[in-house]
Every structure is written in structure tokens, then in C-alpha cells.
């Protein structure tokens, strides 16, 4: 514990190593003997690791709150890792303000989801199982964002991709739940692909993977922009891209829904699929030299924003609807980034951490207490059931809404007000993300009416409220996203530019950002309205639509058909590809002509060398004498070639 | 007197040994094989060792070959005949003699400070030779007689082993 | 006064010729009295450079060679006799039982 003494004040900020190390000895510990252990034990162990590394970051928090930012960033050198001629990564933690804010996220919601755990997972065999990967992917996710060097920051990305694998699939036995794990695997695996990619090309230009030296040689050379810079930032972006779930790498997100829910709303809603925006606001000095990539950045953030959200309007499992409505979430905070608004797009990961990590638990609570009924078309009058669940949820659903003053409002506002600002594109990106909004509020009310109000469509199953293990995490959740906007409101630009450079200031307070406010909300309560009257209780006009216009109403249904087309264009090709090469070239060709080659050669070998043991004796005489012969000049060759000067030293000369 | 004496006896071992190749009757190989004994035992007299030219018409004469002709005569050897022949020993044998004949030939020839030989030259002693013998190397002598003991031995079963079964099984 | 290369020389001829010997016989008495005859040449050889560097010890291998070859000539007729007990010829090409 590093405690420096000041004039005033304390100041304690901690081994930046104990916040991976803790989970990850979890994980060691829940892995190994878990099994064996009981089930308390397993629990205090899988509470313990969280609690404490949020204990060291809200420690490190309040002293940095309290000293001011002058204390950071912390740097920990704990060893060189890599040393190979001019290649030096090292082992690099990196505590400011950016990472702190991701940390306190991540610790924090991760915190209370393993919490949510002890209750939601409670009867399951694998409960050991369930925490060593939970712990482990904590491990991976703290890693990631502490790491000061962009291999670390790799290491803990494959890591937590690693966990998503491990957990998505953890009812293993079951089929779509393994094929889910290995699909979002083998998609995260392509982005890395580019991410790789963009990582050698950083090593080629700047010679080193640390941030603080790529920014200073940026820093160095301030005319260098566009070029090679856009190159490395596309590649990072298709990184990013398959891990936060854009288009076109988002078709894991949605089957990773057959994880337990707490997986969700832990890796699939708060903090993993967000690796992805922390990675390109840690590299912001890149994307700022290359306007070519941020427009990117900001059209696929878009896209996928409008993109998703109209498939989430007409899905009927609870928990596809919240994975769609991550997709496109994510695709406001990498609007956000695209247009440099870095600090909102953080913010938004924030407040999106909490009301999404609720919605998920909120789900999750009623899929527990229904017994297993994900079926939006078969749940129904929950709130006079589940009060506590409802209330929360609502909270929640008001919250991603953008409704004033719940936590999305604001900075969902900062990114549109970001956009709006940033040229005639600036003013396109508005619309979409205005017009994104309206069908976010939309389709979220749906699920609150469907979910909640109106009379219960299965009265037979006997719905019950869930434990206090699960209820309290979603009351603080709610309190989070009830107040969570009024922490970042104004104060979020100002303190993350230390980390992101400070390029928009949200919540300027003048008349144009009021005006543009207020049409955000006006247009979040016309989607209440439009859900109220499809949806309320008693209203067949939801089936009436869905028949009148059942063609686009089937195409949203089945999202597009892009499983499909991936599968047809790409899955099943390459599928044939490497059963062709491996069969064919490989088995057939390489491995078999290699034995025919060596058995060949030495059966025919053999041949030849039979002829020689004929028995004859003569002839056994004469290569008698022909080796006498050889030997002799052989051995003699020197005494003579000496004579013309070639100097030859064998046999003894 | 040393030249016609070498160019004599010389010549009688080249044409001995030219004789033996060209005789088909193996009795009369041998014959031609005593010849080359013979001269060659002059010729070692001309080079001062006497205990050697002794040994040789004593040993190799009188011994060994009587024992090739003894052989001969107990296997009723007859005149050679006609068999397949092997290609190998003419394609590759015969040049490796001339390639053999031809290094030797050339290093003897080329080689500086051989000096000569005469007659005038003084004799190995049997006393020197024995000296040599007895004394440094009394160990490899011992061994010989051990060689020769299990020669003997090894003859003996080799040549009555057949013999002592079908006695036996009468 | 002899140059002591003719020794020499005729030395290497009758081992050549044994050499050729060995190669053109048929007859396995024949071939092995062409090995005696290398080994004879070989001798000469030895008791030339004895005179030459007026050393006893080349007269010494002389001696060895001569018990040696008469202890070879001893067992290699017996096993020639065996031969001829089994196979019923003297023919060198006949005796191939070690033909693959």
C-alpha cells in the first residue's frame, strides 16, 4: 500500500496489481477445489475478490476526488515481458481518469451481478464453475482496462472473450448454447483479426505498443494525419467492432442470450461488449489524426444503432429484445466517438452500464420467478406480483428511454448534441440517432406493457418475487439510474480530458442544446404514446399491424435474414473449403504422398540394394578391390594433388 | 652381380605369378605359387635377411604350400570349369587393380630419398632379429603361439567334424 | 646398386596380380593361393624398407605375417574341405548359399 503522507488530506492509491490479481485468485481458488468446497464457501470466495478490488478502486476514487487530478495518472511497472531486439512491451498499469471511470463500472455492476448471482444461480450444479468464470472474467476485464500498453490490453480483450465463451456456453449440454459460445468466439476472432492487424502496423510506425509513447511521438509530429493513421485506425475499428457488437460483426450478441442472465447483464450489457468503445477512447490520439476513420466510426455506430433497434421491435423473447437494444446502445456510444465527443460516449457507457445491467437483472428476476418463461407473449400482470422487479424496471425503462431526469437523458443528449454539432454529417447522425431514440422508447415500453401490465397471459404459472440476494442489486441499480445522470452531467467533459482530450463540452446549458433537449424527449414520450396504444391492455391493433404490413413485419421478425446469409455466403463455403483441404490436400495428398514417398523409397531402395547380395563371391572380390582402391586414393590424394599446389588436409596429412 | 641376380630371381616371381594366373589345373598353380616362394626367398637374402629367406623356404615352401598340394590332392581338384562368371568383377574389379597399381606405382616413383640397395649391405643378424623379438616385443610373440594353437584347433574340428557324425550314426 | 623403387615396384606387381588373381579364379584353392601371393608381396615390401632405414622391425612384421599366413592357410583349407564336404564342388560361383 503506497501511502503518502501530505500537508493535508490522504492520499491512497493502491497496488494497481491487487485489482486483476484478486479475481483471479478467485478463479484459482473456485476453479480448482470448488467442486469439493461448500457452497458458502464457494460464494464468500466469489464475493470476496469483486468486493475488494472495488473496495481498492472506490479508495483510489475518493482520493483522487479529494487531491484532485493532479495525482494521476499512476503508472506500475511490474517487469519487462517482452524484450526482442527493438520490441520492449512490459508489464504496465495505467490508473487515470478514463480507467478509473471503467473500473469503478466494472468492479461496481460486477460487484453487484455477482451478488444477483448467489440467488439467481442459486440450485445449479455448477455453481462453482459459475463464479471461477465469472472471477475470471473480471480478472480479464481488469486487466484490459488497466493495461498501459496495447499487448496487455490484448491480452485481457482475448481474455474476456475467453470468460464470454466459458459462460455463454455454460449449460454445456446444451446445443444452441455451445454452438452460441463458439459463435461468438469465432466472430470475436474475426475482429481481433483487424485488431492484430492494427497492432502490427502500430509497431511498424511508432516502434513501440505503450500508449503514452504513441501519443508523444504524436504529439511530436503534429502535421501526421491520415495515411497509414487511417489504416491503423480501420483496423482497430474492426476490433472494436466484434467485440461491442457492430455491424457486421454483431450476430453473437443475440444468441449470446442463452447464458444465465446475470452473464448478460454482466458481460453482454455493461462491460464487456463496452471493451470495445474503452479501446477506441484509450487510442483517441490516433482516431483524432484521421478524420477518414472517425466519419467511419460514427457511420457504423449509427447504423448499427438504427439497424438493431428496428429488429428489436418486433422480437418476443424478453431477453432478445434487451440484447438488440445493446447493439444498438453501443452503436450511440461509437456515434459518440465517431464525432470526438470521447467523454460523452463514456458517459453514456456509464449510464448504460446501470440501467442496462438493470434491465437484464429485471428480466432475469422474471424469468426466475416465471420458472424458466422468456416469452414476452406469455408473461403479463407482473406488477401486482413482482412490485419491487416492476418498479425497478421501470425505473430503468424511463432511464433508456431519455426521459428528464433518469441517467440516460443525459447523455444520450450529449452525444446527439455532439453530433448535431459536427458539420452537415453532424446533422444527418442527429436525425438517425433522434429517430433511433423514438424507437427505443418504443419498443422498450412494449416490453414494459407486454412484460408487466395488463391481465397475466399463463395464469397458471404461480409467479413468485425473487430472494433479497437478487432484489437488493436491483434497487441500488435502480437508485443508479435514477441519480447516475446527475454525476456525469457538466462534470464528465471536463474530467476525462486529462485521458481524451478535451473536445465537446456537454451540457453547456445554452439555448440550442435546451431546444434540441426537448425534442429528444418530446420524441421518447411519442414512443411511449405509440406503445401505449398498441400494446395497452385490451388493443388487438399491435396483430392488426403486424398482419397489415406482414411482409416488412417477417423481415424484422428474422433480422434481416443475416444469420442466414452469413451462413450461405460465408459459414458454409469456408466450412467446404477447409473439409476440401483438409480431406483432400492435407490427408490425402501431403500425408499420404509423404508415407508413399518414404515407403516407396525405401522398398525400392531395398531393391536395388538386394542385387548387391548375390551370393557370388566374386563379385564380392571386386568391390572388395574397388574399395581397397578408393581408400587408397582417398588416402594418397593429398601427396598428389600437393604436387599442383591443391592443398587438401584429410586422412591424416 | 646384383642386377643380374635381381633381374633373375624378379623375373621368376613375376613369371610364377603370371603362371599361376594362367594355369587352369590348380597343381600346377601351386607349383608356380613355390616358384614365387622361392625366388622370393633369394631376393630377401639379397636384402640381408637370412633368417628370413630361411623361414620363408621353410615355412611358406615347405609347409604351406605342401599343404595346398596336400588339399589338392585330397579333393581330386580337376581342371576348372567353364561357370557363369560374374559381370561385377570384370566391370569393377579390374579397374579397381589398375586404379590400386597405378597409385602405388606413381607414389613409389615419385617418392625422393629411397636410396639403393647393394650387396655390400650389411646382413640382418639373427641375433638382432631375435634380440628385437624376445625382448620388446615378447608379447605379441606369446600371442602368436596362442593364434597358432587356436589355428590348429580350429582346423581340426573344421576338417572331422562330418566325419565323426557319420562314424558315429554307423 | 639397385634402386631400392624396383623392389618396390615388383612388390606392388605380384600384390596387383594376386589382386587379379583372386578376381579371374575359379576354383576356390586357386583363389586362395592368390591370396597367399598378396600376402608374399606385401612381405617383400616389409623386408625392402627393413634394409632401407636399417631397422630390424620390418623383418619383425615379415615374421608375424608368415605365422599368421600359415595359420589363415591352415584353417582356411579345412574350411575349404567342410565346403567341399557340403556342396560337392570347388567352384567359386556354386557356393552362394548367402544369395538374398
Known amino acids: 500500500m503506497i501511502t503518502v503522507a501530505l500537508h493535508h488530506g490522504f492520499i491512497f492509491l493502491p497496488k494497481l496489481w491487487l485489482i486483476p490479481l484478486l479475481p483471479f485468485a478467485g478463479f484459482l481458488i473456485n476453479g480448482i477445489l470448488g467442486a469439493r468446497l461448500p457452497k458458502w464457501v464457494v460464494t464468500a470466495v466469489g464475493l470476496i475478490a469483486p468486493a475488494w478490488s472495488f473496495g481498492l478502486v472506490a479508495i483510489a476514487a475518493v482520493t483522487v476526488i479529494t487531491q484532485g487530478p493532479r495525482v494521476l495518472p499512476m503508472a506500475e511497472d511490474l517487469g519487462s515481458w517482452i524484450s526482442a531486439g527493438s520490441l520492449h512491451v512490459d508489464f504496465r498499469f495505467v490508473l487515470d481518469q478514463l480507467s478509473l471511470t471503467m473500473l469503478l463500472i466494472v468492479t461496481g455492476v460486477g460487484f453487484l451481478i455477482h451478488v444477483y448471482s448467489v440467488g439467481y444461480m442459486h440450485s445449479e450444479k455448477g455453481y462453482w464453475r459459475y463464479f471461477a468464470y465469472l472471477n475470471l472474467f473480471l480478472f480479464f476485464m481488469t486487466l484490459l482496462v488497466l493495461a498501459g500498453n496495447v499487448l496487455l490490453m490484448f491480452v485481457g480483450w482475448e481474455g474476456v472473450g475467453l470468460a464470454s465463451y466459458l459462460l455463454i456456453g455454460f449449460w454445456y449440454q446444451k446445443t444452441t448454447a455451445a454452438d452460441a459460445g463458439r459463435k461468438a468466439f469465432v466472430v470475436n476472432r474475426i475482429g481481433d483479426f483487424g485488431f492484430l492487424i492494427g497492432i502490427f502496423l502500430l509497431l511498424g510506425n511508432f516502434g513501440s505498443l505503450d500508449f503514452a509513447d504513441i501519443a508523444a511521438k504524436l504529439a511530436m509530429n503534429p502535421g501526421w494525419a491520415g495515411g497509414i493513421l487511417t489504416t491503423i485506425c480501420i483496423c482497430l475499428l474492426i476490433g472494436a467492432a466484434g467485440k461491442s457488437a457492430q455491424l457486421p460483426l454483431y450476430v453473437w450478441l443475440p444468441d449470446a442470450m442463452e447464458g444465465p442472465t446475470p452473464v448478460s447483464a454482466l458481460i453482454h450489457a455493461a462491460t464487456m461488449v463496452t471493451a470495445g468503445v474503452y479501446m477506441i477512447a484509450r487510442t483517441h490520439f490516433l482516431f483524432d489524426r484521421s478524420p477518414a476513420a472517425m466519419t467511419v466510426v460514427a457511420i457504423v455506430g449509427a447504423a448499427t444503432a438504427i439497424f438493431a433497434a428496428t429488429i428489436g421491435l418486433v422480437q418476443t423473447d424478453i431477453k432478445r429484445v434487451l440484447a438488440y437494444s445493446t447493439i444498438s446502445q453501443l452503436g450511440y456510444m461509437f456515434l459518440g466517438c465517431g464525432v470526438a465527443a470521447y467523454s460523452a460516449a463514456i458517459f453514456h457507457l456509464m449510464t448504460h452500464a446501470f440501467f442496462k445491467a438493470l434491465l437484464f437483472l429485471a428480466a432475469g428476476s422474471v424469468i426466475h420467478g416465471l420458472g424458466g418463461e422468456q416469452d414476452l407473449r406469455r408473461m403479463g400482470g407482473l406488477w401486482k406480483k413482482m412490485p419491487v422487479t416492476f418498479w425497478t424496471m421501470t425505473a430503468a425503462v424511463l432511464a433508456i428511454a431519455g426521459f428528464f431526469p433518469f441517467a440516460g437523458f443525459f447523455s444520450k443528449d450529449a452525444i446527439l448534441y455532439a453530433a448535431f454539432l459536427s458539420g452537415t454529417n453532424g446533422k444527418i447522425f442527429w436525425a438517425v440517432g433522434l429517430f433511433t431514440a423514438l424507437l427505443t422508447s418504443f419498443y422498450m415500453f412494449r416490453l414494459w406493457y407486454l412484460a408487466f401490465l395488463g391481465k397475466p397471459r399463463s395464469p397458471e404459472v404461480h409467479a413468485h418475487e425473487s430472494g433479497w440476494s437478487m432484489l437488493v442489486p436491483l434497487v441500488i441499480l435502480g437508485i443508479l439510474s435514477v441519480c447516475g445522470g446527475w454525476i456525469g452531467a457538466g462534470r464528465m467533459g471536463a474530467w476525462l480530458a486529462p485521458s481524451v482530450g478535451a473536445h465537446t463540452v456537454e451540457a453547456a446549458n445554452n439555448n440550442l442544446e435546451i431546444y434540441l433537449s426537448v425534442i429528444a424527449v418530446a420524441v421518447a414520450a411519442l414512443g411511449w404514446l405509440i406503445a401505449h396504444l398498441l400494446y395497452r391492455e385490451g388493443s388487438k391493433r399491435a396483430e392488426q399491424l403486424a398482419s397489415t404490413f406482414s411482409a416488412p413485419y417477417r423481415l424484422l421478425l428474422h433480422k434481416y435474414w443475416v444469420d442466414e446469409l452469413y451462413s450461405k455466403a460465408i459459414v458454409k463455403p469456408l466450412l467446404a473449403i477447409s473439409r476440401f483441404v483438409l480431406e483432400w490436400i492435407v490427408e490425402y495428398a501431403i500425408l499420404g504422398g509423404l508415407a508413399w514417398l518414404l515407403s516407396g523409397s525405401a522398398v525400392f531402395g531395398g531393391a536395388v540394394l538386394q542385387r548387391w547380395q548375390s551370393g557370388n563371391l566374386r563379385s564380392y572380390a571386386a568391390w572388395l578391390a574397388a574399395g581397397a582402391a578408393v581408400l587408397l586414393v582417398f588416402a594418397l590424394a593429398p601427396y598428389f594433388l600437393g604436387a599442383y599446389g591443391i592443398n587438401v588436409k584429410w586422412a591424416g596429412w | 652381380m646384383h642386377l643380374i641376380l635381381f633381374f633373375v630371381f624378379g623375373g621368376l616371381c613375376l613369371a610364377g605369378a603370371v603362371n599361376l594366373l594362367l594355369q587352369s589345373h590348380p597343381i600346377n598353380s601351386a607349383l608356380s605359387l613355390v616358384v614365387v616362394m622361392s625366388s622370393l626367398a633369394v631376393l630377401y637374402l639379397m636384402l640381408g635377411a637370412e633368417f628370413l629367406a630361411a623361414a620363408q623356404i621353410i615355412v611358406y615352401a615347405g609347409a604351406i604350400m605342401v599343404l595346398f598340394v596336400f588339399v589338392v590332392m585330397l579333393l581330386n581338384a580337376g581342371r576348372e570349369e567353364r561357370t557363369m562368371g560374374s559381370r561385377a568383377a570384370k566391370v569393377v574389379g579390374f579397374p579397381a587393380v589398375a586404379v590400386v597399381l597405378a597409385v602405388i606405382a606413381t607414389t613409389i616413383l615419385k617418392a625422393q630419398g629411397l636410396g639403393t640397395a647393394s650387396l655390400s649391405d650389411p646382413i640382418t643378424s639373427t641375433e638382432d632379429l631375435s634380440r628385437v623379438l624376445f625382448h620388446e616385443l615378447l608379447l605379441p610373440f606369446e600371442v602368436t603361439s596362442v593364434l597358432i594353437l587356436i589355428a590348429i584347433l580350429g582346423a581340426v574340428a573344421l576338417a572331422r567334424s562330418s566325419d565323426g557324425e557319420r562314424r558315429a550314426s554307423k | ?100
Request: glycine share 6%; hydrophobic share 65%; proline share 1%.
Open chain 3, 1 to 100: 646398386m639397385i634402386p631400392i623403387s624396383w623392389y618396390l615396384l615388383l612388390s606392388a606387381t605380384l600384390f596387383c596380380l594376386g589382386m587379379v588373381g583372386f578376381l579371374i579364379k575359379r576354383n576356390v584353392i586357386t583363389v586362395f593361393m592368390s591370396i597367399e601371393l598378396m600376402l608374399n608381396g606385401v612381405n617383400l615390401s616389409f623386408v625392402t624398407f627393413a634394409h632401407m632405414w636399417h631397422k630390424v622391425n620390418g623383418q619383425i612384421f615379415v615374421f608375424f605375417v608368415m605365422v599368421v599366413a600359415a595359420a589363415e592357410a591352415a584353417v582356411g583349407l579345412a574350411i575349404i574341405i567342410a565346403i567341399f564336404r557340403a556342396r560337392g564342388t570347388l567352384a567359386v560361383d556354386r557356393i552362394d548359399l548367402m544369395k538374398l
